[in-house]
């Protein structure tokens, strides 16, 4: 099954940086939203950045500034930068694939990665 691979998560202290990439196949990457999503203990996951196939990016207001989504075409491959990180940002980081179109015969609507753990902390 197509599965997102990810990694970069870590320990960081406040105002460090860090990036996380995500790697799928090529059939999910050139036809899906793919986007982050945080989850803190106890709280809601939360979207932190999409970019869509068009080239669109959307952040939550939290991180304008900080973080930046990008695509790698060639290499399948979603990254978040994440700069200036604050011990609020703390939290498991999810990567996701969605397609736009919603429920497609044989494809999936909604691909999550396993989580990485980042923690910002002195």
């Known amino acids: 099954q197509v599965q997102l691979v990810e990694s970069g998560g870590g320990l960081v202290q406040p105002g460090g940086s860090l990036r996380l990439s995500c790697r799928t196949s090529g059939t999910i990457f050139s036809d899906y939203t793919m986007g982050w999503y945080r989850q803190a203990p106890g709280q809601q996951r939360e979207v932190i950045a999409t970019?869509?196939?068009?080239?669109?990016?959307i952040y939550r207001d939290s991180v304008k500034g900080r973080f930046t989504i990008s695509r790698d075409n060639a290499a399948n491959t979603v990254y978040l930068q994440m700069h200036s990180l604050k011990p609020e940002d703390t939290a498991v980081y999810y990567c996701?694939?969605?397609?736009?179109?919603?429920?497609?015969?044989?494809?999936?609507?909604?691909?999550w990665g396993q989580g990485t753990q980042v923690t910002v902390s002195s």
């Open positions: 970019f869509t196939v068009a080239g669109t990016t």
């Open positions: 996701n694939a969605r397609n736009p179109l919603g429920t497609v015969p044989g494809r999936p609507v909604n691909i």
